[in-house]
């Protein structure tokens, strides 16, 4: 699967491909140059789960390496093919008590590593990577939320955008520095993974929005989505006086629409500025697209 000139969603498209072939549950890559990042992150994970992968790429660098979750997740850490420039690698899981690694999963897992390498080396910003986050940017979500819609006709099936604000992220970075706001970022994208479902789309969009499109899911779902979001706990750590909130904004679009991602992504930026109003912490559904008479 070479890259082509234009980078944009292509790795996600092969490690979502990759995640299909080997029967994953989840995979990331890690770039251990820079502080230890997750790259990027598709799937779902257990709480070790990346920790793990994490400590076999540092036991390992050269050579692939496996090991058993607490929970019976099994975990295959494959290092960058190439002599590194960047230290790293992919790491893969299962589901709990799901068949263990066999040669061909070896190999795949190598040849994939082997073209990641060159495509962290090249920029994750060009491939559709948030960097901090390690979920899929604007761009790319623009893109494949388009995608998306093109078939709920064919399926005649809804679908919905989440528009996620965090509250007052700017003056939490103000006051108490910026890597206090990057950890509610990385937090909350990790928080909304655990919460989607495989065909879910999820990125951030912008410095403090983050965008969740959601097929076949209708707004009165996807409301109940958002009040879970509302009502976690994520940031007890941060310093008192310093709560975290989220400003939701929920637009659908029903089988037959001409709305575009664009124009939800309207909708949905507009029911965030009424959450906004009125002191934030909450969700709103946006006005239903008048139906086709």
């Known amino acids: 699967m070479p890259f082509s000139g234009d980078y944009d969603g292509s790795l996600v498209a092969i490690l979502e491909s990759l995640r299909e072939t080997a029967e994953l549950e989840g995979l990331a890559i890690l770039d251990l140059t820079e502080a230890d990042s997750v790259s990027c992150f598709i799937g779902i994970a257990g709480q070790d789960t990346v920790a793990i992968g994490h400590d076999l790429l540092v036991a390992n660098p050269i050579l692939l390496a496996h090991a058993v ?16 420039s960047r230290n790293g690698g992919l790491v893969l899981w299962r589901a709990p008590n ?5 040669d061909a999963d070896h190999g795949l897992a190598a040849s994939v590593a082997m073209l990641l390498h060159l495509a962290v080396s090249s920029g994750l910003g060009q491939i559709g990577i ?3 986050t390690g979920i899929p940017n604007r761009r ?18 809804v679908g919905t955008l989440c528009l996620i604000d965090i509250d007052d992220l700017r003056q939490l970075n103000l006051t108490l520095g910026r890597a206090y706001g990057d950890r509610v970022l990385v937090r909350l994208a990790n928080q909304l993974h655990t919460m989607v479902r495989p065909g879910d789309v999820v990125a951030r969009i912008a410095p403090d929005k983050f965008a969740l499109w959601q097929t076949g899911m209708d707004h009165l779902t996807a409301a109940e989505r958002a009040d879970a979001l509302c009502s976690q706990q994520m940031f007890q750590d941060l310093p008192d006086g310093h709560g975290i909130t989220f400003s ?13 991602i664009r124009t939800l992504l309207r909708r949905a930026h507009m ?4 959450v906004r109003s009125v002191g934030g912490g909450g969700w709103r559904v946006s006005q239903v697209e008048p139906a086709p008479r």
């Open 98 to 102: 799901a068949r263990p690694w066999a």
């Open 140 to 157: 790319w979500f623009l893109n494949e939320a388009d995608r998306h819609i093109e078939r709920l006709d064919v399926d005649g099936s």
């Open 130 to 132: 948030d960097r901090l």
């Open 271 to 274: 029911a965030v500025r009424e």
């Open 248 to 260: 939701i904004g929920i637009a659908s679009r029903r089988p037959g629409s001409s709305e575009d």
């Open 69 to 84: 979750a607490s929970d019976n997740r099994p975990i295959l850490a494959c290092p960058w093919v190439l002599p590194p």
